[in-house]
């Protein structure tokens, strides 16, 4: 099988959730802490391009740092806000599981099973 990347946020109920539905599967993902191990600016692309969406669809809305940013303006390159995620990796939605060339974000977390064969 593929190999299987999990970005992960343990104190995020539907990250844990996700994590859960690949163990009962008997898959074993590499595990990403993304807190801990935040992802540089080539690697957020680089997932964005699997997920297949903007960054702005990456961005926790919720997040303090979305404000104290002011990242709600709509003037905001791709670039740049691919730099705030990188610098703030707290603003990445959460849970991601990544395979092969394609993602998902787990939300709901059994949403990543659409990526399962």
Known sequence: MTDLTLYHNPRCSKSRGALELLEARGLAPTVVRYLETPLDAAQIQSLLGKLGISARQLLRTGEDEYKTLALADSSLSEAQLIA??????????????????????????????????
């Open 84 to 117: 705030a995620i990188a610098a703030h990796p707290k603003l990445m939605e959460r849970p991601i599981l990544e395979v092969g060339d394609k993602a998902i974000i787990g939300r709901p977390p059994e949403q990543i099973l659409e990526l399962l064969p």
